[in-house]
């Protein structure tokens, strides 16, 4: 008999058992003959407990191993399923191993192209719950597009700079500027975890020229190249900028 099933006009459901008397057609049969329990299965309605820190996007860095465990409840045991963007999984990268309470979503070296809304659902008969979560792989960003010297007067040389066309798959947060006098080709920072896109840089020597360079900057660190710009920034003597000639 299967739940909701009429006997005898009378409606049962999951949770209640019934007793029926089995009669084998004998005639002395005492009153009351012989009865069997006829026990129905308990069904729960399917639940997934999606972890609290899984229901804000989910970031890892690029080459990460990525293991999550989201737990479910339902009875029978309930049928669960996975989709990536609303595709199924590909379980080449991805590999999904399910219990009875829970399902263990694992991917051994995660790339940017496994970001993406997972989705996980668990089935019982009729009855369906969902959940989804956000993954985001990220990793170091490309250097500034480009760098350039757009002014130099007394002391100082102004740059610009564009944004990289590569940002690790998340925000770029800042970019590191770098001075280099061409006379020992010697690297020192002058700027870092800087936002905007054009800086002054100031306290330079006369005389001298300086090369230029910027690292962009997000969550995972600095990028591994620098972007370095293709004028030199010559800081002229006053002799020469009021139009003198020096005198030997």
């Known amino acids: 008999?299967?739940?909701?099933?009429?006997?005898?006009?009378?409606?049962?459901?999951?949770?209640?058992?019934?007793?029926?008397?089995?009669?084998?057609?004998?005639?002395?049969?005492?009153?009351?003959?012989?009865?069997?329990?006829?026990?129905?299965?308990?069904?729960?309605?399917?639940?997934v407990r999606l972890p609290r820190f899984l229901r804000q996007r989910y970031v890892a860095h690029n080459?990460?191993?990525?293991?999550?465990?989201?737990p479910f409840s339902g009875k029978p045991k309930p049928v669960v399923s996975?989709?990536?963007?609303?595709?199924?999984?590909?379980?080449?990268?991805?590999?999904?191993?399910?219990?009875?309470?829970?399902?263990?979503?694992?991917?051994?070296?995660?790339?940017?192209?496994?970001?993406?809304?997972?989705?996980?659902s668990v089935k019982v008969d009729d009855f369906e719950d969902?959940?989804?979560l956000t993954l985001q792989i990220v990793e170091l960003p490309g250097p500034p597009a480009?760098?350039?010297?757009?002014?130099?007067?007394?002391?100082?040389a102004a740059l610009e700079w564009t944004p990289p066309t590569?940002?690790?798959?998340?925000?770029?947060?800042g970019y590191t500027i770098q001075k280099a006098d061409k006379k020992t080709g010697d690297w020192f920072t002058v700027m870092e975890h800087y936002h905007r896109l054009n800086a002054t840089v100031s306290d330079l020597i006369m005389g001298n020229s300086y090369n230029f360079r910027a690292f962009s900057e997000n969550k995972c660190g600095i990028s591994e190249d620098a972007t370095l710009a293709k004028e030199a920034?010559?800081?002229?003597?006053?002799a020469r900028m009021l139009g003198f000639t020096e005198c030997h």
Not at 146 to 156: L, P
């Open 1 to 47: 008999m299967s739940p909701g099933q009429i006997l005898g006009g009378a409606s049962f459901q999951t949770s209640q058992s019934l007793t029926v008397r089995v009669a084998e057609g004998r005639s002395d049969e005492p009153p009351g003959g012989r009865f069997a329990p006829l026990m129905f299965p308990c069904l729960h309605r399917p639940k």
């Open 63 to 70: 080459g990460t191993k990525i293991n999550l465990t989201i």
């Open 82 to 120: 996975w989709s990536k963007d609303g595709q199924p999984l590909d379980t080449k990268k991805v590999n999904v191993r399910s219990t009875d309470k829970d399902s263990i979503l694992f991917i051994r070296t995660a790339d940017r192209a496994d970001s993406g809304v997972y989705e996980m």
């Open 130 to 132: 969902k959940a989804s």
């Open 146 to 156: 480009s760098v350039k010297v757009v002014d130099t007067w007394g002391f100082n």
């Open 166 to 173: 590569d940002n690790g798959n998340t925000e770029i947060t």
């Open 233 to 238: 920034a010559d800081i002229l003597k006053i």
